[in-house]
């Protein structure tokens, strides 16, 4: 009897395994699902939404199951109007899209198309959804890759329209033909061999041979500057310069670094054909002296090695307009290897910008390694799926289901250090930001980590050590990008204790390096209403605090505390203008206006809301006259991950507008509502707009220290993007930075001011054309800056086209073949023949193109 229960029960397992392996076999496999994203309507039924469609494919042998699974993505919140699918956030960008009892499944084949409406409009690809994986209820805690994604191309500018209030208008063929056509092709030997215009220059007659017989002669105060020199040459040269500080030996060539009063970081370069002679009062200027030299330098020189470079002869004496010329790089959004940020530091020293903004973490990651909290970097530097947050955080901005790069990543503290020194040795300071209150959900679920880890431990006592938020906390609010846990408790003494800690091991980290920190920028920008409400924590400090009134209190108490403790240190407190602003009644109504008694604290901040029609245009100039040292860094201007031109394939936010290679190189930091003509959605200013606007008083000029170009990566999916959205823009905020005042900007804007703004752009667009940009092809491995599309029209049954970039070849074909290197290049207008689609892509000097136009 036992024997035969024995063989039963045996065969009852072996017939379970086989049926397990059977449905194991043919369960749907995720990567045999395609998808495909189509945007349809950007004013839905004249609202404020947009109207898309996603398709499922089920290109597998198995039928894609009714139930059990989830499909996650970036970037899709809204509504299915199908019936078949729940739309709903998890947080931040990430949402999760299931079926309903009414779906019935997919057979293989077969397809089913998900209809979302939407808040907001969707204007180019980089609205659209982003990093799709697969996750089976059976098995949450895995995400699965789906078999491809395409996002459907939107070739109807209607489509792109917003409404009867959008102006501004689709970047077709026509508009850029239109744009285009007063650039002349300059001769490159008129243009200025110097970059950024200097204060004065002035050429003659003969050359000098740069070769690697030349001899550096330093005085010794100036060593690191003629060690980087050699260096740099170098990479021309093959092989670097001698150096010495012998200044009586040899007749040979020369070139010399010497004393000389000039201004704060300013430099005399004279070019003659047996010496170079670059002179400064102080090291920096010896050093943009030597940039100066290097863009005096033919651009073809860093293609290869060279025997001997002609370098010709000039007289230079310049100096900065602005003292601060800083570059923003958010690296926790997308990570930046430090390979990819010492690459940034060397376009930044070319340009002579001296300030490294490291915004290094945020709600979606903490990018630098923290002695003594690994958590920081354990759990806040990793990014994949994830139900918990607790082991790392949950995907953002297509980031996808593994831990890959550029969604995960940090520097350790040896990368922090080299990149400390490598930014040191440029005469470039780096100003760390360490983003609180809000913007902090990488260094809350981090703290969150180490709480758990230590209570696991029977450390109760140093468990909550540096605990950033109160565990009973039910508040509930929303931020601005969508996350409901990423706000500080700043009620807590735990927070202080954190705060502390990372900024001694950042202060640590900086001696080591031997780099400057005088400043640290500690964020406060964007903390939504809700927060600390319900934190019992928060309430009790009220209670306890007479001082701090309300909730809203906490706000000025906050960075109160945190100046003191920079103060404490020696370093001053520096942050995003909300830190400068506090909330007043006027007749009844709330108005955010300039905390006057903060302002003679020494703090500076970064106003970057100039969006231009939305009535806080002045917002920069009231703090200025405040007393706070204020950094422009306006949206309008100067936010390079804003997308360049609005048209589909570019990539690009657009919340603040667009942000064309003109809008830094126009720019007027005292007055910039003279050359402001449109609002946000491309429409004329009326006349009368800036009439009751603050102007700059003249203790407010001396406030604004400086100009900064900001790069947010929420779209910057791999390096390449990077330097596309950085690249050319960063040569005309340069330009603004450093070049004295122009004349154009002088007096009230006439017709006179836009003949002479049209002459200076039409020769900054021929210098970075015939010049800085074929230099960036080479310069410190190459840049893959942007390659404008090409302008055409067509009359008379006649092609014409031209191009923003003088010098830039166009290619085209006639049988709808994309063009190549090898396609006819297009010198004069040619007949369009029937029935015919023309192709056209612009390439740069060294055979690189563009994104290619149609024409039928």
Known sequence: MKRCRFTVLLLMLVFGLSLTAMSQNDRFDPASLHVTWELLDNHHQQSNSYLSSLTLINNGDQTLPAEGWSLYMNNLAGEDRTSNFYIERVNGDLNRLYPTAFFEGLEPGDSVSVRVISPGSVLNISGAPIGLYWVWDSNTEEGLPIGSYKVKPVNDPDVLNRGPQDQVPVATPEVVFERNKDIPNLNEADLPKVFPTPVEYSTFNGTFALNSDVIIDYLPEFENEARYLSGEMARILGDSLAMSTDSRGGQGRKILLRRAETEPEGYRLSIRPRTVTISASDSAGIFYGIQSLKTAIPPEAWTADQPSVAVPAMEVSDHPRFGFRAFMQDVSRNFRSKEQILKTLDLMSLYKLNVFHFHFNDDEGWRIEIPGLPELTEVGSRRAHTLTNEEHLQPSHGSGPNSNYPGSGYYTTEDFIEILEYATERHIRVIPEIETPGHARAAIKSMDARYRRLMEQGQVEEAPRYLLRDLRDRSEYRSVQGWDDNVIDVSLPSTYRFLGKV??????????????????????????????????????????????????????????????????????????????????????????????????????????????????????????????????????????????????????????????????????????????????????????????????????????????????????????????????????????????????????????????????????????????????????????????????????????????????????????????????????????????????????????????????
């Open 503 to 856: 900024i001694d091991e950042l202060q640590a980290m900086y001696k080591e390096a031997g780099a400057p920190l005088d400043r640290i920028h500690m964020g406060g920008d964007e903390v939504p209403n809700g927060v600390w409400e319900l934190s019992p924590s928060v309430i009790r400090f009220v209670r306890d605090n007479p001082e701090v009134e309300s909730v809203g209190g906490l706000w000025s108490y906050f960075f109160k505390r945190v100046n003191n403790m920079l103060k404490e240190r020696g370093l001053s407190l520096y942050g995003w203008e909300e830190i400068g602003m506090k909330e007043a009644l006027w007749g009844g109504e709330s108005h955010h206006v300039a905390d006057t008694a903060f302002a003679k604290e020494d703090v500076q901040v970064d106003v970057w809301n100039n969006v231009m029609g939305s009535g806080a245009e002045d917002l920069a100039y009231r703090l200025a006259n405040a007393g706070y040292k204020v950094v422009l860094s306006g949206v309008s201007n100067f936010y390079f991950d804003l997308a360049y031109v609005k048209a589909f394939p570019e990539p690009g936010l657009y919340w603040g507008g667009f942000n064309s290679l003109d809008k830094p190189f126009s720019f007027i930091p005292y007055n910039y509502y003279k050359n402001a003509k449109t609002d946000l959605l491309g429409r004329p200013l009326a006349a009368d707009h800036f009439n009751d606007m603050v102007r700059l008083s003249e203790e407010g000029r001396e406030n604004i220290v400086g100009i900064q170009s900001l790069l947010w990566a929420e779209k910057l999916i791999n390096d390449e993007r990077q330097e596309y959205m950085l690249t050319p823009k960063l040569l005309a905020m340069a330009e603004r930075a450093w070049a004295p005042k122009p004349e154009w900007a002088e007096g009230d804007w006439s017709s006179e001011n836009e003949n002479q703004y049209n002459e200076a752009w039409s020769q900054f667009l021929n210098s970075a054309a015939k010049r800085e940009l074929p230099r960036l092809d080479n310069y410190a491995g190459g840049f893959a800056y942007r390659i404008p599309t090409p302008g055409a029209v067509v009359q008379d049954s006649m092609v014409h086209a031209n191009v923003q970039m003088p010098g830039f070849v166009i290619r085209y074909t006639t049988d709808g073949s994309e063009p190549t290197a090898e396609s006819t290049k297009y010198t004069e207008p040619f007949a369009l023949p029937e029935e015919t689609v023309v192709k056209m892509r612009v390439f740069n000097h060294a055979g690189r193109a563009g994104r290619p136009i149609t024409i039928e």
